[in-house]
């Protein structure tokens, strides 16, 4: 499976980070190997003194499809998940002056926290106004709804598929909204999607 992610898909992220609004999708990979292991805590790598939590919306993808008109991509995905891009923000910030690729930053051992539970999309009254959450330590440090993405799912899956074909299994983390920010050893980082618990790690 691969992790396609979104970046600069909020306004309000876009403007805490200081970057520009894109005219188009911003995308990038993370590794299978990105993947945190079912029960097992986030551990602070040694890399990087500044990690930060980005909570995302998921999709899944349920079957094969290249070049999908955006029309059709309602019939490519069923379930809806939250998740975590986790972000060597130090590393990140020396890469991009440097011109250089992120991965190192966005797609180390452990960065993509993937919630055990999904959700039917017919659950949903309007997959476009989907509210979700991250709570640090018990206080809620991000909020938001998808009706505040610039680029809808229905939208990113068409323009995702224009460069890369996407297989049964992979997921799509559709970007996160402001209110990201630097993780601590003992910290406990929980997702909500509406007011469902989805996820709860433990930093090490």
Not at 12 to 28: D, G, Q, R, T
Not at 43 to 65: A, C, M, Q, T, W
Not at 186 to 192: A, I, K, M, N, R
């Amino acid at each position: 499976m691969k992790i396609i992610c979104v970046g600069r898909n909020y306004t309000e992220h876009i403007a805490e980070l200081k970057n520009e609004k894109p005219e188009e999708p911003v995308i990038f990979i993370k590794p299978d190997t990105a993947v945190l292991l079912k029960k097992q805590p986030f551990f602070i790598p040694d890399f990087s003194s500044n990690i930060h939590y980005e909570v995302e919306l998921l999709v899944r993808i349920k079957k094969v499809g290249k070049y999908i008109q955006e029309k059709f991509a309602h019939k490519y995905y069923d379930e809806i998940g939250l998740g975590i891009d986790f972000t060597a923000r130090d590393l990140q910030q020396q890469l991009k002056e440097k011109g250089l690729p992120w991965e190192k930053a966005k797609g180390f051992d452990g960065s993509a926290v993937i919630g055990e539970r999904w959700f039917s999309k017919k659950v949903f009254k309007n997959i476009d106004e989907i509210p979700f959450s991250l709570k640090k330590n018990g206080k809620i440090v991000q909020q938001t709804d998808t009706s505040h993405m610039l680029f809808k799912i229905d939208e990113l899956i068409a323009y995702i598929s224009r460069y890369f074909t996407l297989k049964i299994g992979d997921v799509i983390f559709t970007g996160t909204p402001a209110g990201v920010g630097k993780v601590q050893k003992d910290d406990t980082l929980e997702g909500f999607i509406d007011e469902e618990s989805v996820f709860s790690i433990n930093v090490k």
